[in-house]
T-cell receptor
Framework: ETGVTQTPRHLVMGMTNKKSLKCEQH?????MYWYKQSAKKPLELMFV???????ENNSVPSRFSPECPNSSHLFLHLHTLQPEDSALYLC???????????????FGAGTRLSVL | EDQVTQSPEALRLQEGESSSLNCSYT??????LFWYRQDPGKGPEFLFT?????EEKEKERLKATLTKKESFLHITAPKPEDSATYLC????????????????WGLGTSLAVNP
């Protein structure tokens, strides 16, 4: 148990569906991240939130919409996805502003998304 | 361009057969290098952080070392439970304010240890 919980663990959706991924961290961290992990590709950073404010959006298509209501919860709202969006979506958290030795990202188990 | 390359892509060892995984990096300035372990169906699990050339860290059968160009993850007398994908990531010295969180990831080394 890493202290970062993601739900659901698996999700199958059609291209016209709307769904949401949820992430919750119990580590007292103030920064949260969404990553996409696809086969044969390095981890792709999608969004970063620091103290609930979005600080990075790495050119992610608008069909992915993040929401961070507080420092412990992070959502990724999905709509009209494409089959190439099928991947493992990982949430991570870290303690921004801490000394380097404690500024480590801790990951959840991920949501395996399949878009049909 | 900042880049992280891991080798080999895959490695198969017999139990007890020691070996090393390589992570070479090209960044403007190194802030930190991170090693993670990832099991199938799970998220990456943090192992080590290294900050300066010459630094070494150990945890059970794993030992991570760092030079100015690369890091090695040495696995001594591995066991089947060490089978996983090992990921390396680098955090570069920020060029501008607010851009200091991004990790540059390698593709990983898939390690299989046979009993």
């Amino acid at each position: 148990e890493t202290g970062v919980t993601q739900t659901p663990r698996h999700l199958v959706m059609g291209m016209t569906n709307k769904k949401s991924l949820k992430c919750e961290q119990h580590l007292g961290h103030n920064a949260m991240y969404w990553y996409k992990q696809s086969a044969k590709k390095p981890l792709e950073l999608m969004f970063v939130y620091n103290f609930k404010e979005q600080t990075e959006n790495n050119s992610v298509p608008s069909r992915f919409s993040p929401e961070c209501p507080n420092s412990s919860h992070l959502f990724l709202h999905l709509h009209t996805l494409q089959p190439e969006d099928s991947a493992l979506y990982l949430c991570a958290s870290s303690r921004e502003g801490a000394p380097l030795a404690k500024n480590i990202q801790y990951f959840g188990a991920g949501t395996r998304l399949s878009v049909l | 361009e900042d880049q992280v390359t891991q080798s080999p892509e895959a490695l198969r060892l017999q139990e007890g057969e020691s070996s090393s995984l390589n992570c070479s990096y090209t960044v403007s300035g190194l802030r930190g290098l991170f090693w993670y372990r990832q099991d199938p169906g799970k998220g990456p699990e943090f192992l080590f952080t290294l900050y300066s050339a010459g630094e070494e860290k150990e945890k059970e059968r794993l030992k991570a070392t760092l030079t100015k160009k690369e890091s090695f993850l040495h696995i001594t007398a591995p066991k089947p439970e060490d089978s996983a994908t090992y990921l390396c990531a680098v955090q570069a010295t920020p060029l501008r304010a607010g851009n200091n969180r991004k990790l540059i990831w390698g593709l990983g080394t898939s390690l299989a240890v046979n009993p």
